[in-house]
């Protein structure tokens, strides 16, 4: 069996509190490592005060962050040398290229020269236009080259702020091609905060839903690894489904078929057990319910901003 990796990062019953209003309240949470790993809320719901938290931009009021082992508290700069992070917008000089801002962040970082700057312009796809000026950038092109400035120092966890915002649809699906290609060619885990159910259920491989600063559920949307997912329901389109119900015994009735929670391997079974029974099958559908359907049922119903 393979080895567990430790988590790239562990949230130890978090809070923070400003006066007498808790804006997250006992977060505690384990970042995979090598995932796309989301973080789900309305706006308001403490996504981004956790965020500045994990960077070191407010302090914790209660609880502890660890990054690659490392105390936030109390070893901050070998902590925060392991992350790459945009909170919000990516700032940048307009004035210089895409390349002199890169060069100039460079300059604060020891360890990065020309071969990496290179590296990290290919890998988000800025090679045609880094020598023009940041002005003539789009948004997407912004945030594309924000990520380069924070990929520089190659960190282990790479930290977005509500990334999508401000994209168009072709913006949004270059970004998601871009820290998928990261994830798995640079073996960086990206921790990338949203409220945008659709495409959270795009781009993660895992995500963790909040609401009123409070940790809701975790939910793993792909296969990592080995990993199995849970059984789910799968519709068995039938030619007879109340005959397929009494020979099965269990399952629900539903318009031209008859709907079972099975595994994989029960699947085949069930399957083989309704043609020996005489009972043909026309089809076999696996009825995934999305990540909307699992936010409203996990949080009552609330929308989400």
Do not use: W
Request: proline content about 3%.
């Amino acid at each position: 069996m393979a080895e567990v990796s430790k988590p790239v990062a562990s949230l130890m019953g978090v809070t923070k509190k400003i006066g007498s209003k808790t804006l997250v309240s006992n977060l505690t949470l384990d970042i995979p490592s090598g995932q796309i790993f989301g973080f789900l809320g309305p706006n308001g719901a403490g996504k981004t005060t956790t965020i500045r938290m994990m960077v070191g931009l407010i302090s914790i009021s209660q609880g502890d962050i660890l990054i690659c082992g490392r105390s936030i508290k109390d070893h901050f700069e070998e902590a925060v040398a392991n992350i790459g992070a945009i909170v919000e917008n990516p700032e940048m000089y307009k004035f210089l290229t895409g390349y002199q801002n890169l060069r100039q962040y460079a300059r604060m970082v020891p360890g990065v020269d020309k071969q990496r700057i290179n590296e990290v312009v290919e890998l988000v796809g800025l090679g045609q236009r880094i020598h023009d000026k940041v002005k003539t950038y789009s948004l997407g092109m912004r945030q594309r080259l924000g990520v380069a400035q924070a990929l520089l120092h190659r960190p282990k966890l790479l930290i977005l702020d509500e990334p999508t915002n401000g994209l168009d649809p072709q913006g949004i699906r270059e970004l998601r091609d871009y820290l998928r290609r990261l994830c798995q060619d640079e073996g960086t885990t990206v921790f990338v905060s949203s409220h945008l159910l659709s495409e959270m259920e795009l781009m993660c491989d895992s995500v963790a839903i909040i609401q009123n600063g409070r940790l809701v559920d975790v939910k793993q949307l792909k296969t990592v690894g080995d990993a199995v997912m849970p059984a789910g329901e799968t519709l068995f389109e039938v030619s007879d489904p109340e005959a397929a119900f009494s020979l099965i015994g269990r399952g629900v009735l539903r318009e031209g078929g008859l709907a079972v929670v099975a595994s994989r391997e029960e699947v085949a079974e069930l399957n083989a057990k309704l043609v020996a029974g005489g009972i043909k099958v026309y089809s076999i559908k696996a009825l995934s319910r999305s990540l909307e359907d699992q936010f409203l049922e996990i949080t009552g119903g609330e929308g989400i901003g």
